[in-house]
């Protein structure tokens, strides 16, 4: 197994002692919390993304942000891994945070899942026909595959009604991370997929 990518390795190393330093001190103020309940403060919409909710939450984030990530950014390079993982933890948090104002929600929300899945979205449209297993159960399923049903499954999750997850975080983070592809095609030459 190739080492980590240094970024990559820096998001799981940050996002584990955050969760430590979780469990001595509260973060509270650093969760992305509605801005009804007037807790919400503008360094929010980065800083929960280095927050989980627990050792589980911890750890899928962390296996999807080195299986996705490690590949991404090499591919990009530190830089533009960087500012993708950025615009997808930033549109996480502005869906989530027109969500939870529709809905008039008062729960904050944790978690890289939002950048996690701008990355998965990205793969799958770099490497749509990559096989990707799933965990649980254990399916092969091509990478656009894999991408439709989580998306799918997302909203319905999310239009479904409170979970306890931010489903449409989750969705913000694939709209963040396709809009910077597409921004990035549009803007210079972009690597072409690979089969």
């Keep these: 197994m190739p080492s980590l990518p240094p970024v990559t390795k820096a998001l799981i190393l940050l996002c584990v002692g955050m969760f430590c330093l979780g469990l001595i001190i509260p973060l509270g103020s650093l969760a992305l919390w509605p801005i009804s309940t007037g807790r919400f403060q503008p360094w929010q919409v980065v800083s929960y993304a280095f927050l989980h909710g627990g050792a589980f939450h911890l750890l899928f984030n962390m296996l999807g942000i080195w299986m ?17 993982l950025v615009a997808s933890a930033l549109a996480a948090a502005a869906v989530q945070l027109g969500w939870t104002a529709l809905i008039d929600s008062i729960n904050p929300t944790v978690g890289a899942s939002g950048a996690l899945y701008g990355l998965l979205l990205a793969f799958g449209m770099l490497f749509p026909n990559r096989t990707i297993q799933l965990l649980i159960p254990p399916v092969p399923m091509k990478a656009k595959v894999y991408v439709a049903v ?15 997850v931010a489903h449409f975080a989750h969705l913000g983070g694939m709209l963040g991370g396709f809009l910077m592809i597409r921004y990035w095609r549009g803007q210079a030459p972009f690597p072409r997929r690979r089969r």
């Design 150 to 164: 989580f998306g799918g499954l997302e909203l319905l999750m999310g239009l479904g009604g409170p979970s306890g």
């Design 68 to 84: 996705f990530g490690s590949e991404l950014e090499r591919l990009w390079g530190p830089r533009r891994y960087i500012q993708f």
